[in-house]
């Protein structure tokens, strides 16, 4: 008689979360690196706001999974558009353990209740929530209201709170946005980064979360804070794609990303060629009014791209700044995706 086949154990589900530039990417690539040392093999579900997938593309590597949900926030995506992507990643076998890295818009609370759904417990199991702060800007008073209540939700759901950028602030702030974290969520284990890093083994060997006392958090309104419905500050975002269809000049696109308003454009990155050096890539990122420009060495190499996030997009002005990027003021045929 032929023995029945074993019960498959649920994979564990790291939720990595945190508001538009914190350093969740940057974050997940150490861990990448680290994830030898652990003998288990990652996947990876990438969302992204805008239509293009840049951080997929910056991850990527040839023996990772990685599943997409793009074009919208995972908080609001179909059920079925996350369930599927962490089904697919689980009967592929190639993974050990999933990251899930939201979109900086998302509200984790949703994103939880659809990863603790009975329909996905038999394959996967939530193991912690890991939220990257970005001490620079939480250490600056602004008018960003919306944002602060989504990283305030984000801060609360946290298992861990890693502070990103703490090497660009002086001690007195550093341990100032420390103890308003701390007034939010108390019990979170806190690292600074780029000096500490939660190690990725200890994660996946510490208990996992337990759905039934968070269901008994979030139904006190005392200990759950901010509501989920006051944080879909997605809605009022929206988000512009463009194709770089030549190289341009380095000067004036790094004016271009000075330049850029930073409370309409909270967040640009992609892939760009220069003319002075047409033979390479870089990488930009910027948010906030901070930019960054990096060779990009992997390959295959993607293709130039930019994503622009904002709440208040002055689409046709910056479709107009790229076209003259591109082709100079006396061209303006271009076509955008």
Not at 185 to 208: H, Q, S, T, Y
Not at 314 to 336: C, K, N, Y
Request: aromatic share 6%; charged share 25%.
């Amino acid at each position: 008689m032929s023995q029945p086949a074993p019960e498959s154990v649920p994979l564990p589900v790291i939720l990595l979360t945190g508001f538009l530039g914190s350093g969740k990417t940057t974050l997940l690539l150490r861990w990448l690196r680290e994830s030898p040392a652990t003998g288990l093999r990652p996947g990876v579900v990438m969302n992204e706001f805008g239509a293009e997938s840049v951080d997929s593309q910056i991850i990527r590597r040839p023996d990772l999974p990685v599943e997409q949900v793009s074009g919208g926030c995972l908080c609001c995506a179909d059920d079925n558009q996350i369930g599927n992507a962490v089904s697919r990643l689980v009967r592929a076998g190639a993974a050990d353990f999933l990251v899930v890295e939201t979109s900086g818009l998302a509200d984790p609370d949703n994103v939880i209740d659809v990863l603790t759904d009975h329909d996905l417990l038999p394959q996967i199991r939530l193991q912690a929530v890991v939220t990257v702060v970005d001490a620079v800007w939480y250490a600056q008073p602004g008018e960003d209201f919306g944002e602060r209540i989504l990283a305030r939700r984000q801060i609360e759901f946290a298992d861990f709170l890693c502070l990103s950028k703490c090497d660009l602030l002086d001690a007195p702030a550093l341990e100032g946005v420390v103890e308003h974290v701390r007034r939010i969520n108390p019990v979170a284990e806190l690292f600074r980064l780029p000096f500490g890093l939660p190690d990725l083994g200890a994660i996946l060997k510490r208990p996992p979360v337990s759905v039934e006392l968070r269901e008994m958090t979030e139904a006190n309104p005392g200990l759950a804070g901010s509501r989920a419905g006051e944080s879909h500050l997605h809605r009022s975002y929206r988000s512009l794609t463009w194709r770089f269809p030549v190289p341009i000049d380095r000067s004036r696109f790094e004016n271009f990303l000075a330049t850029l308003p930073p409370r309409e454009v909270v967040r640009a990155k992609g892939f760009v060629r220069f003319r002075q050096t047409p033979e390479k890539l870089h990488v930009f990122q910027s948010v906030w009014g901070q930019a960054m420009i990096d060779e990009f060495p992997a390959r295959p190499w993607p293709d130039p791209v930019m994503v622009l996030i904002g709440p208040r997009l002055p689409l046709s002005l910056l479709e107009q700044q790229l076209r003259d990027l591109a082709f100079g003021e006396s061209r303006t045929v271009h076509r955008i995706s």
